[in-house]
């Protein structure tokens, strides 16, 4: 009898208001105390840049999350010497323990990356 897959393919898709109760259980378990996101903060998350904040869903349960932005005020120095265009950075990221190690992460961060890249998701 086989054993669980080690890579998953749950869905990626943007934040909704009506998962914030599992975001905010995700996040209040698995980040850490001095980054762990309130209600509030969640819901700013979402106005602000919903193009940034993204959720895993695995069998219509949320697993994992992304919350990034872009940086606005980047010195074009900065962009010169970086070779970029845009920069953003990641704010809060949380899988579930269970679904560690098996992808999940990287499937939230690809779009966004990608689309700082100016790259279609």
Not at 61 to 69: E, K, L, N, T
Request: glycine share 8%; charged share 30%.
């Amino acid at each position: 009898m086989c054993c669980y897959e080690s890579f998953v393919h749950p869905a990626i898709r943007r934040y909704e208001k009506n998962d914030g109760v599992a975001v905010l259980q995700l996040s209040q378990k698995y980040t850490s105390w001095d980054s762990t996101p309130t209600e509030a903060d969640i819901q700013g998350f979402y106005s602000s840049e919903p193009d940034f904040f993204l959720v895993a869903e695995l069998d219509r349960r949320i697993v994992g999350f992304v919350y990034g932005r872009e940086s606005k005020s980047v010195p074009d120095e900065a962009l010169r010497r970086w070779k970029a265009t845009k920069v953003g950075s990641v704010e809060v990221l949380a899988v579930e323990g269970q679904y560690r190690r098996r992808g999940i992460a990287t499937l939230l961060l690809n779009p966004p990356v990608r689309g700082l890249r100016g790259e279609r998701n």
